[in-house]
């Protein structure tokens, strides 16, 4: 029995590392996509790009995405009540802000087409 939970203990050490280091990294990757589409617009901007709103709001939007992904995941090591809550919270706002993004997005080509039509 001592040998089964000892067995268990690091099975679940081995578990609860495995999902930090993809969390790591799944935020590390929306981090990165979030530079990168800054980085862009603001080259676009220089370049006189009309559409650079449309560009970040994108970037920003798949950013949030894996940041989602990322606290999703965090969902699996929580251990207690308390924890469970904030990152509730957390992915409420946001999945809240990427709905505001999305929609920005979809007004934004719609204005878009009104522009070239």
């Known amino acids: 029995?001592?040998?089964?939970?000892?067995?268990?203990?690091?099975?679940?050490?081995?578990?609860?590392?495995?999902?930090?280091?993809?969390?790591l990294l799944i935020e590390c990757i929306g981090v990165g996509v979030l530079v990168w589409a800054i980085v862009r617009a603001v080259i676009q901007l220089f370049?006189?790009?009309?559409?650079?709103?449309?560009?970040?709001?994108?970037?920003?939007?798949?950013?949030?995405?894996?940041k989602m992904g990322s606290e999703l995941?965090?969902?699996?090591?929580?251990?207690?009540?308390?924890?469970l809550l904030i990152l509730g919270a957390i992915i409420?706002?946001?999945?809240a802000?990427?709905?505001?993004?999305?929609?920005?997005?979809k007004n934004e080509k719609k204005n878009t087409k009104k522009g070239n039509e």
Not at 47 to 66: K, Q
Not at 92 to 95: D, G, K, N, Q, S
Request: hydrophobic residues 55%.
């Open 47 to 66: 370049r006189g790009n009309e559409h650079v709103r449309l560009m970040l709001a994108e970037g920003i939007a798949l950013s949030l995405e894996f």
């Open 73 to 83: 995941l965090r969902t699996l090591i929580v251990r207690e009540w308390s924890e």
């Open 97 to 105: 802000l990427t709905f505001l993004i999305q929609w920005e997005i």
């Open 1 to 23: 029995m001592n040998a089964f939970l000892s067995f268990y203990e690091t099975l679940e050490d081995l578990f609860g590392a495995i999902i930090n280091y993809a969390i």
């Open 92 to 95: 409420l706002l946001r999945a």
